[in-house]
């Protein structure tokens, strides 16, 4: 077994020109650091050979995140693992071939349940539909409203899921969580998809497309077979529950809880000038670009607005400030393995706990501000 780390789920850099969505890199940077783990930084590259990282990696970079190891959730091993893993959960009963009625659009960007539909509540807009004035499901993408078929489905069933195995920080995330694990495997889901995706299986005489979702929620799994070790995931409130079952899955083939740190989201839009990840690096140097993040980290609200006025107060006092003490005192609270901590506790901690410099009094207070 490799040593242990921290790790994000799959990533798709395709807009990672935006500074705000390195907060789960940073944050796994942070606990890596502060735990003696490596970073692992997984790219969602399913159906998408020739993904262009160079901005990913700028981004990185101009964060000064390193060192860090990228994967590949279509690398040939993970998908040999789930073609034989999905023949496996078939014969177990998990999986079941069935005819089910969907409402599909005709790009097939939309392939819903029809049962499901009765959960969708009339002006809800979900991120591939939207829902018309007359009731009906319209595609976003090619814009056809979506029509009846009924067709053979390959369905997960519901499944008993242990109470406990995803350790969740912030303590606040918890219950959230467990209601996301608690739905999800307490109903039956549609795992197929009519298009064509990432790898195929033939059951019953049948061929099934894999959902490509579905395929790479069971990357981390993937990887704790093969001897690596990520027993940390980061992920954030706005991915909170992808990254539930993600660790889920990586929970059943363990006996230890998987550690999911939440990230708080933080909104960089509607400012003034130019705030993407390379017109910033441009002018800051990480130093400054890991403070800005850092006072913006703030896990009391769900969503919070960056202001980009802190950056140039930051570019002038960043040498006066220990901003690694600000680091050391955001993740202060996860140092025990992470288990049984509060992100923001550890700041308390820490202040009661040793004399601080005023350059780490400050720190502190950006922080907690």
């Not at 989201?265 to 140097?285: E, H, I, N």
């Not at 769900?302 to 802190?310: A, E, P, R, V, Y």
């Not at 901690?349 to 004399?355: I, S, V, W």
Request: net charge positive; glycine share 8%; hydrophobic share 40%.
């Amino acid at each position: 077994m490799s040593e242990a780390s921290v790790s994000t789920i799959p990533m798709d850099p395709k807009r990672s020109q935006e500074l705000f969505l390195f907060t789960t890199p940073l944050v796994g940077d942070f606990v890596a650091k502060a735990t003696g783990r490596s970073l692992m930084l997984p790219i969602n590259r399913l159906g998408e050979e020739d993904l262009d990282l160079t901005g990913y990696q700028a981004g990185l970079a101009a964060l000064g995140i390193s060192p860090y190891k990228i994967r590949f959730d279509n690398e040939k091993g993970f998908l040999e693992f789930m073609e034989n893993y999905v023949y496996e959960q078939y014969r177990e009963g998990a999986l079941e071939v069935s005819e089910e009625q969907l409402l599909v659009c005709n790009c097939g960007a939309v392939e819903i349940l029809n049962e499901a539909t009765a959960k969708i509540e009339k002006r809800t807009n979900g991120k591939t539909f939207r829902i018309l004035p007359n009731g009906k499901i319209a595609c976003k993408k090619c814009k056809s409203a979506a029509t009846l078929l009924t067709t053979p489905c390959l369905m997960r069933l519901p499944k008993e899921q242990s109470v406990g195995v995803v350790d969740v920080q912030p303590h606040p995330y918890r219950g959230c969580v467990l209601d996301h694990l608690s739905i999800y495997f307490g109903c039956k889901h549609l795992i197929s998809r009519q298009r064509e995706t990432a790898m195929k299986v033939n059951l019953q005489g049948t061929e099934f497309h894999l959902d490509n979702d579905y395929i790479w929620l069971h990357y981390g799994r993937y990887l704790r077979t093969i001897g690596e070790n990520p027993d940390v995931i980061v992920a954030s409130n706005h991915s909170l529950r992808k990254g539930a079952i993600y660790a889920a899955f990586m929970a059943e083939c363990g006996d230890e809880p998987i550690n999911l740190v939440v990230t708080p989201y933080v909104d960089l839009t509607k400012q003034l000038g130019d705030c993407s990840v390379k017109a910033l690096s441009a002018k800051y140097p990480p130093s400054v670009l890991r403070a800005f993040m850092l006072i913006h980290l703030n896990w009391r609200v769900q969503n919070s607005k960056g202001d980009l006025t802190w950056l140039r107060w930051l570019a002038r006092v960043v040498n006066e400030i220990d901003v690694r003490a600000g680091e050391d005192s955001l993740i202060a609270g996860i140092t025990n393995k992470i288990k049984g901590h509060n992100l923001k506790t550890g700041l308390v901690d820490l202040k009661r706990g040793k004399e601080l410099s005023s350059g780490q009094n400050l720190s502190l207070s950006l922080i907690k501000s």
